[in-house]
C-alpha cells in the first residue's frame, strides 16, 4: 500500500532552515507528482509546493508566503521527496505532510511532521 514517511521537523529560530524529507514506498514514485501541504494550529490544510514528475526539469509550484524561501525537489532514485525551507518565520509554524499527486489532485499523505518557529 502507499506509505508516505515525513520527517525533518522540530523547533526552530526566526531566520533559520530545516530540510524536511518524505520517503515514498507502495506506488511508481517516479511517474507521480509530488506535493508539500501544511496545516497551522487551528487552521485548515494549506497547500505549499508541488513538484512535477518525469526526467529532465520538472516544473515546481509554490504558494506565494513561501516564495523565494523554500524549494521543493525530489530524488526518484531514493523514493524521496525533499522541502528546504530558509529563513524560516512563525507563520511557518504547522504540521507538514506530503501527498501524492499534484496542486489539485493529490490524494495519500503521510502522517506529517512538525515544524516549530520561534524566536
Known amino acids: 500500500q502507499v506509505q508516505l514517511v515525513e520527517s525533518g521537523g522540530g523547533l526552530a529560530q526566526i531566520g533559520t532552515s530545516l530540510r524536511l524529507s518524505c520517503v515514498a514506498s507502495g506506488f511508481d514514485f517516479s511517474s507521480e507528482s509530488m506535493t508539500w501541504l501544511r496545516q497551522a494550529p487551528g487552521k485548515g490544510l494549506e497547500w505549499v509546493s508541488s513538484i512535477g514528475s518525469g526526467v529532465g526539469s520538472r516544473h515546481t509550484l509554490y504558494t506565494d508566503s513561501v516564495k523565494g524561501r523554500f524549494t521543493i525537489s525530489r530524488d526518484d532514485a531514493k523514493t524521496t521527496l525533499y522541502l528546504q525551507m530558509n529563513n524560516l518565520q512563525p507563520e511557518d509554524t504547522a504540521v507538514y505532510y506530503c501527498?501524492?499527486?499534484?496542486?489539485?489532485?493529490?490524494?495519500?499523505r503521510g502522517q506529517g511532521t512538525q515544524v516549530t518557529v520561534s524566536s
Open positions: 501527498a501524492r499527486g499534484g496542486r489539485i489532485n493529490y490524494d495519500e
